[in-house]
């Protein structure tokens, strides 16, 4: 996973090879990004005998935390060639203050 800063975005970049779309789930929950899902065996591993095994399978998990304010109305997440970047738009907030 990368996570990177631009002006107006923090963009996430998660390598998922061989994960299907429908098994992925993107949420945003008190300034926190949540990523989960499930890379799932084919048929033809779960038959197979390996001597070696360096793929991982099974159920994942990744939060974020942020400490900048991000606008979740404008959060957005495309998955193309086992790639998920996830665009989150950051608020830029002035606060008043009144002086007494």
Same mark, same amino acid.
């Given at each position: 996973?990368?996570? &990177? ?6 963009? $996430?970049?998660?390598? =998922? ?7 992925? +789930? ?7 990004? $949540? ?8 048929? @033809? @591993?779960?038959? &197979?005998?390996?001597?070696? *095994?360096?793929? @991982?399978? !099974?159920?994942?998990?990744? @939060? ?17 060639? !086992?790639? =998920?970047? $996830? ?6 907030? +002035? $606060?008043? *203050?009144?002086?007494?």
């Amino acid at each position: 996973m990368d996570v &990177s800063e631009e002006k107006e975005y923090i963009i $996430i970049r998660v390598n =998922l090879p061989g994960v299907k779309k429908k098994y992925i +789930k993107v949420y945003f929950d008190n300034r926190s990004l $949540i990523i989960e899902g499930i890379k799932k065996k084919t048929k @033809e @591993e779960e038959g &197979s005998v390996f001597y070696r *095994v360096e793929r @991982e399978f !099974g159920k994942f998990y990744r @939060e974020i935390s942020f400490n900048v304010p991000i606008d979740s109305d404008k959060i957005s997440a495309e998955f193309s060639d !086992g790639v =998920l970047v $996830i665009k989150l738009r950051k608020i830029k907030r +002035k $606060i008043k *203050v009144d002086i007494v």
